[in-house]
């Protein structure tokens, strides 16, 4: 197995741009993997800041829901892989699979299981979404609770760990 890298952090914190740093290291052709869905004007003006702040090095797999199944076959001969996000693939598993945690959950490990086939470093991106108010509604206090117990999962399984706040990154492990 590569090297796992686990990098969270709030939002605009400076975790992406800190990873894809880590990742442009890194020798070879690198892969960015997009979980991120285009619904509206405003996601793909933030899609398109993204792709235009990676440089040619990079090959895309935008993939909202199958991270296990399609990740390994492209990862071959990658100099690196940044995933980028976990809270954003967690979002479209609650919702694939009816609110229920359980097959997000099972997602998440069957993933984990498919690490060992990935030699490439695997820098991984998630929200740290725990550190505000308690949310008002079911659904929100879910999701909170369900991304606290994936990034605890991630952040365990990783060979390193960081924690981006206000743009300074934070090593964990």
């Not at 975790?15 to 070879?28: D, F, H, N, R, T």
């Not at 606290?148 to 206000?166: C, K, M, Y």
Request: one cysteine or more; proline letters at 5%.
């Amino acid at each position: 197995m590569g090297h796992l890298v686990y990098i969270s952090g709030g939002a605009r914190s400076g975790k992406s741009a800190y990873a894809q740093q880590l990742a442009e290291i890194c020798p070879g052709d690198l892969l960015y993997v997009a979980t991120a869905g285009i619904h509206d004007a405003e996601m793909e003006a933030r899609v398109q800041k993204h792709r235009a702040d990676r440089g040619e090095r990079w090959n895309a797999l935008e993939e909202p829901l199958d991270l296990a199944g399609k990740l390994p076959p492209v990862a071959a001969g990658k100099g690196a892989i940044l995933l980028d996000c976990v809270t954003l693939w967690l979002t479209n598993l609650l919702f694939q699979h009816g609110e229920q945690n359980e097959p997000v959950l099972a997602e998440v490990e069957r993933f984990l299981a498919v690490l060992p086939q990935i030699t490439a470093p695997l820098f991984v991106v998630s929200n740290e979404v725990g550190f505000g108010i308690v949310p008002e509604n079911r659904l929100a206090r879910q999701f909170r609770d369900l991304a606290g117990t994936v990034n605890q999962r991630l952040a365990g399984a990783a060979d390193e760990a960081w924690l981006v706040v206000s743009g300074l990154p934070v090593r964990l492990k």
